[in-house]
């Protein structure tokens, strides 16, 4: 049965009649949209991030990790193009409005256009960061573009050039949307709705954490925001200065994932979830039909505790030596072991208790990592947020089974972005950030000692502790970086693929990382040396260092657990 194995990370509607989605399993599948029936399914190499249909309905567009978008036939979904020139992830592509001509947006910090045939017709260069969205001006040959960097970029096909730069003051910015009448929303990680006219932009506080996605639709006037802080809005846009009103707000079910939504009619939304389907929103109801979203095996965590393997993922569902023992109802990214008692977190901002589900905190924004540490000689754990928080957390007193019971003791400013890792070695407090940042801080006063922006060359994805306060890091950039204080010893690893996650043998000699393309390479600290091995073409999600068993275990997107001896 053709259904998704990973996240729907993108979702298109095509007249009532189609839709489709991208998955983080490498699937895009076309849907007939009345029966919720899957149709058809094609194949990336990577991850598959976004799908939009043809202004005909002729044709589909996907954008993938695999540093390419294809382009194929509906309904059968065909092969009839592949755009390769991208150095890195594509993560949009949309067709032009009345040619056969279409753009993508890419990390390499490009902006390309392409021919139905694949032939490149046109590529921008100027953004200085990872190109997010991309989107046609009505009735122009015209682009906009968002990007990591702060800004929005207008691009002229006729000259080949910029014939516009705003700077949204460095905020990063992961969609735009754009209506018939020229109009341009951008969605920034505060939380706003930028609109941009007349050379100026007019920023309205919309959400209490990033908007990861804006959809337009011109029938319905209506502008939606999703965000993290796990509501979509409805703005109505009904002046000529474009200023939004707000006409709904909605909470997302935990199955949601608010990267993508559709209008499938002008009172029906459609959303990608953590699940196997879609979910459908009616809008005049404000009701949610999530037949036939199915939980899937992807994983995203492991940890061993007291001799037992814990793993959880998209489901929520925490795994003990691959026994189901409990439910936490939603998506988690993380497990961490600390006094007596193994935590988890994730989507919805709430910290759980892994063996039983209780939640022990909630937040505004998504859980991203945590690490354990002694203060005071009691146990404490910090949470990294995607909001940039550390939450410090003492484990102290007896709840069940000699487990401590959980208080909130600080909140430290870790970075103004996603925290992406967090690691404590000898008093000394590390966090790595979407922005390329790293802080470092004392576990003792919980006072900041140092940060460093531009920490990394692209995206930091997690880091890990090495002995006598030294730590190593991985990114983007495909490197390893070995910590001393606040220098860095960076290291060309064997990835050619986005490191996604890094754990260290407890001597500090053994360092492996991990690849959203399936690899592991561990590197040998004395000898210089890496062995290499890729046992799944699905991504890996986390690693953790067994000690007692002096091994490394690795979490894959396709629900496997690898183990990797030192």
Not at 48 to 70: I, M
Not at 218 to 247: F, H, N
Not at 525 to 531: H, L, N
């Amino acid at each position: 049965m053709i259904r998704h194995q990973g996240p729907i990370s993108g979702i298109a509607t095509q007249g009532g009649r189609y839709v489709a989605t991208a998955g983080y399993d490498n699937q895009i599948i076309l849907w007939e949209a009345k029966t919720r029936r899957p149709l058809a399914r094609a194949v990336h190499d990577h991850l598959a991030n976004q799908v939009t249909f043809s202004p005909d309905g002729r044709y589909l567009l996907s954008s993938s990790s695999d540093y390419t978008a294809r382009l194929w036939s509906v309904p059968d979904l065909k092969l009839r193009a592949v755009l390769s020139d991208h150095d890195d992830d594509v993560e949009m592509s949309v067709f032009h409005p009345s040619r056969e001509l279409l753009a993508t947006a890419s990390r390499d910090h490009h902006v390309r256009v392409y021919d139905y045939a694949g032939t490149s017709v046109a590529r921008f260069t100027g953004h200085r960061a990872d190109v997010i969205s991309v989107e046609w001006l009505s009735g122009s040959d015209e682009l906009v573009s968002s990007s990591d960097d702060g800004t929005v970029k207008r691009w002229s096909l006729a000259t080949g050039g910029l014939t516009a730069d705003i700077d949204l003051d460095g905020v990063e910015t992961d969609t735009i949307a754009i209506t018939a009448s020229g109009l341009v929303y951008a969605g920034n990680d505060k939380g706003e709705v930028v609109a941009l006219a007349d050379g100026g932009t007019q920023a309205f506080p919309a959400h209490e954490a990033g908007i990861k996605r804006l959809v337009w639709n011109e029938e319905a006037a209506s502008l939606v925001s999703l965000s993290y802080d796990r509501t979509l809005k409805i703005w109505r846009i009904g002046s000529a200065e474009g200023r939004p009103v707000l006409a709904r707000t909605a909470v997302l079910p935990a199955q949601v994932w608010p990267r993508s939504c559709a209008f499938l009619d002008q009172g029906t939304l459609v959303f990608g979830t953590f699940g196997s389907s879609y979910a459908v929103y009616d809008i005049a109801r404000d009701a949610w039909d999530l037949d036939g979203v199915e939980p899937t095996s992807a994983l995203n965590a492991v940890t061993v505790a007291g001799g037992r393997v814990y793993t959880v993922g998209d489901s929520g569902v925490v795994h003990i030596d691959g026994e189901a023992t409990a439910r936490m109802g939603s998506l988690c990214n993380f497990l961490v072991a600390v006094g007596g008692r193994v935590l988890a977190g994730g989507q919805l901002g709430r910290l759980f208790d892994a063996d039983t589900g209780a939640v022990l905190l909630e937040h505004r924004s998504p859980l991203n990592c945590a690490a354990a540490f002694e203060r005071d000689g009691a146990p404490h754990v910090v949470v990294g947020a995607y909001t940039g928080e550390g939450l410090v957390l003492r484990v102290d007193g007896t709840a069940g089974n000699g487990a401590g019971a959980v208080r909130h003791v600080a909140t430290l400013p870790l970075h103004a972005n996603a925290v992406k890792g967090v690691a404590v070695s000898d008093g000394t407090l590390f966090a790595v950030c979407a922005d390329t940042a790293a802080s470092w801080f004392r576990t003792d006063t919980l006072a900041e000692t140092a940060r460093l922006e531009g920490a990394h060359g692209r995206i930091a994805n997690g880091c890990a502790a090495l002995p006598g306060g030294r730590f190593a890091s991985v990114s983007r950039d495909l490197k390893l970086r070995l910590w001393q204080g606040t220098e860095a010893l960076p290291l060309p690893t064997p990835h050619d693929h986005s490191v996604k996650c890094v754990a260290a043998s407890a001597d500090g000699r053994h360092i492996a990382t991990g690849s959203y393309f399936g690899t592991l390479a561990a590197h040998d600290t004395v000898t210089g040396a890496w062995r290499v091995t890729r046992p799944t073409t699905a991504g890996i999600s986390s690693l953790h260092y067994d000690a007692a068993a002096d091994r490394f275990l690795a979490t894959s997107y396709d629900g496997g657990v690898h183990e990797l001896p030192r």
